[in-house]
């Protein structure tokens, strides 16, 4: 993300969230790697972070849509999130 979007994006962030606070992150990944998303939730926000997760496999059950609910600092720790999911083999897109 270049440095002038970054800053866009945690403006809007500290404009319509309030932290720290819960924040609902959208994955959809490839099934059966919903514990991946939790570990990478965690790398970022700390070993002890209240992290929960809410899976929708699809039809077929290939995929998983998951809502990601954990508590965070600030916006910056958001996309510290979003950035740290988005490495993930598994990971298809972040919404």
Do not use: N
């Not at 039809?59 to 996309?79: D, F």
Request: proline share 6%.
């Amino acid at each position: 993300m270049a440095p002038s979007s970054r800053e866009e994006a945690l403006a809007l962030l500290d404009a319509h969230h309030t932290f720290p606070g819960p924040f609902h992150f959208r994955v959809v990944i490839r099934a059966g790697h919903a514990k991946a998303v939790a570990d990478a939730t965690r790398h970022v926000l700390g070993p002890d972070a209240d992290v929960a997760i809410r899976e929708r496999p699809s039809r077929k059950g290939k995929y998983e849509s998951l809502r990601v609910t954990a508590q965070v600092p600030s916006s910056e720790a958001v996309l510290d999130v979003y950035d740290h999911l988005g490495r993930l083999d598994c990971t298809i897109t972040l919404l």
